[in-house]
């Protein structure tokens, strides 16, 4: 790793949590120097679908109580790319089995993503 590369970050930026009937929301902004930007796609940036499922799960994990080892079993359905600076809210919802959630990432021009981590029943 390149030293401008350790300086580039890896989470989001977290501004707010609030518990929701169902789950938890949180509003976060998308790093512009996330270091998973280089080469996704160079001139056009987008947030990779790993990363998002991956940052759903550490949250659930944090916020929800969530399983760390929830199996490999992750779906995402892209509606519209994430790209950097973009503020968006993150609605996590555990399932009533509790082996797993669902999430959604939103911004200003609606749904960017949904999908669901957990163990299959």
Same mark, same amino acid.
């Given at each position: 790793?390149s ?5 580039? =970050? ?5 501004r ?14 998308? &790093? ?9 796609? &160079? ?22 109580g ?5 199996g490999?079993?992750? =779906? ?35 749904t960017?993503?949904?999908g ?6």
């Open positions: 790793m030293a401008a590369e350790a300086t580039q =970050r890896v989470e989001p930026e977290i707010a949590v609030a518990r929701t009937e169902t789950g938890v929301a949180i509003d976060l902004v998308v &790093p512009v120097d996330l270091v998973y930007f280089a080469g996704h796609f &160079p001139g056009a940036p987008i947030l990779p679908g790993v990363v998002q499922i991956a940052w759903a799960h550490r949250l659930a994990v944090r916020h929800l969530a399983a760390e080892d929830l490999s079993a992750a =779906r995402v359905k892209f509606k519209r790319a994430i790209g950097p600076g973009e503020a968006l809210t993150l609605t996590l919802t555990p399932r009533a089995d509790g082996a797993g959630f669902a999430f959604e990432y939103a911004g200003a021009n609606g960017r993503s949904v669901s981590v957990g163990r299959s029943s």
